[in-house]
């Protein structure tokens, strides 16, 4: 199976190139992030005649996650337990929730293509949202886990942390002053590492950003930063073969400020040579 993640920063406005992208790289699920569309608008035409399958959650201009599949998607969830809401600068479980997750199960894998909120600024409501929800996804992964610990399961997306200095070449991004690279925020993802969950692409690919803003020339003098991740369980680690970051998609006409993740994986197991692959 080859998964990819992808913050396609509106996809209708995008489909073409989503759809090409995927079709040339021979991509099996693709998780994108920021789709920002209702699902009513959502062109799933475009997708199903490239042969994808897609469930997709949005509301409104803002936010959105969707996956696209060549296999059906199941068991498909539109929030995970505990996510908390935000609304009118307020967050908490009374609050309406945002279309920021979306779980489902493909060939065995549980995959999340989450968009973590952004956190505006250190002290803004919507920062203690982000971490009120990021505690709650590391209770799900951990509870997860702890009772059916050999899942294969994959948290991607855009987390919106920069989880070392070394994901940070944007030098307007200053820690101490600025989201994305607080103490907290990089605190709350190394509980997520904590509860089971390793970065399986940094192994494979130990550099390389995967946004650029689009202001300032970033990309140009490659200012970017590392906050797009594929984070898997035990059983989903061990089964990947390949990683890489698709830097070029930035480029060409009217280009997401994020590209592509995307992992390569055998799910045969050693004892299964003999059965035929899923994908």
């Not at 607080?182 to 946004?211: H, I, K, Q, W």
């Amino acid at each position: 199976m080859r998964l990819a993640t992808w913050n396609v920063n509106s996809v209708r406005a995008r489909v073409d190139r989503i759809v090409e992208f995927a079709v040339r790289e021979s991509v099996d699920v693709l998780a994108m992030q920021e789709i920002k569309c209702t699902v009513a608008q959502f062109p799933f035409d475009a997708f199903a005649e490239a042969g994808y399958h897609v469930e997709a959650h949005g509301f409104s201009q803002w936010n959105g996650v969707a996956i696209a599949s060549r296999e059906p998607l199941t068991e498909v969830e539109t929030s995970f337990p505990g996510m908390p809401g935000f609304a009118n600068n307020v967050s908490g479980p009374d609050s309406p929730l945002e279309a920021r997750a979306l779980g489902a199960t493909v060939g065995g894998v549980r995959v999340w293509s989450l968009y973590v909120p952004n956190g505006r600024a250190l002290g803004d409501p919507h920062y203690f949202y982000k971490l009120d929800w990021l505690g709650a996804l590391e209770q799900h992964v951990r509870q997860t886990l702890t009772e059916t610990p050999d899942q294969a399961l994959a948290l991607v997306g855009d987390f919106n942390i920069a989880p070392t200095n070394a994901d940070n070449g944007d030098p307007a991004v200053v820690e101490g002053f600025a989201t994305h690279v607080s103490a907290p925020e990089r605190e709350a993802y190394a509980a997520l590492e904590a509860a089971g969950l390793s970065d399986v692409v940094r192994p494979l690919v130990p550099t390389g950003y995967t946004y650029w803003d689009y202001k300032r020339l970033r990309f140009p003098k490659n200012e970017g930063m590392r906050i797009d991740f594929i984070l898997g369980s035990h059983s989903f680690a061990d089964a990947v073969t390949g990683a890489a970051i698709h830097r070029n998609e930035r480029k060409g006409e009217a280009p997401s400020d994020h590209v592509p993740v995307v992992v390569d994986l055998d799910l045969t197991g050693p004892d299964d040579d003999d059965r035929p692959m899923i994908f």
